[in-house]
């Protein structure tokens, strides 16, 4: 007897958009960390599928995870936080990240981190459900500040003529 009232083989999934922009996919090793709104987190989790080139640019990539391969976790309430960062195992290791959505198959449960942002390595960046916030309420104010900084080097102006237009 089978169908529709067998346990899920996966507890929770993790589903990880890659942006389509130039260079967006990365061959380094990506790991995640779920907190909830208890406190609780889970013990890092390897987001890789074995013999498949994961997060290549304008993929979905869906990853399996059983609650037996989450260490530390006592139970998972509402996924509130996630915790993601990379290595830079490989040559071209930037990667660009449009969303991941966990899905908690238990508790028939959705949560939304959008990203949409370059992904640097060796940074642990602290993403929380839903990411929105004003930024004189932002949980992560060190993080705000990093990623502003590089954006005012990314789109600096120049002055590449003398006398000329700035680019």
């Known amino acids: 007897m089978g169908g529709m009232f067998q346990k899920p083989?996966?507890?929770?999934?993790?589903?990880?958009?890659?942006?389509?922009?130039?260079n967006a996919g990365t061959d380094a090793n990506v790991r995640i960390v779920m907190h909830d709104d208890d406190g609780h987190a889970s013990s890092p989790i390897i987001l890789d599928n074995y013999f498949k080139?994961?997060?290549e640019r304008g993929c979905l990539d869906t990853f399996h995870v059983p609650t037996k391969k989450i260490r530390n976790l006592p139970r998972m309430g509402k996924i509130?936080?996630?915790?993601?960062w990379k290595d830079d195992a490989w040559a071209a290791s930037d990667w660009y990240v449009d969303k991941i959505v966990i899905e908690n198959r238990v508790t028939n449960s959705t949560f939304v981190f959008p990203i949409f942002r370059?992904?640097?390595?060796?940074?642990?960046?602290?993403?929380?459900?839903?990411d929105t916030s004003l930024p004189q309420f932002d949980d992560y104010p060190e993080q705000r500040r990093m990623e502003l900084q590089e954006k005012r080097i990314a789109y600096e102006?120049?002055?590449?003529v003398p006398n000329g237009p700035a680019q």
């Open 157 to 160: 102006f120049d002055q590449k």
């Open 80 to 84: 509130t936080r996630i915790e993601l």
């Open 118 to 130: 370059w992904i640097r390595a060796k940074y642990h960046y602290q993403i929380n459900h839903l």
């Open 9 to 22: 083989s996966s507890d929770f999934m993790i589903y990880v958009q890659t942006g389509d922009r130039r």
């Open 53 to 55: 080139n994961d997060f």
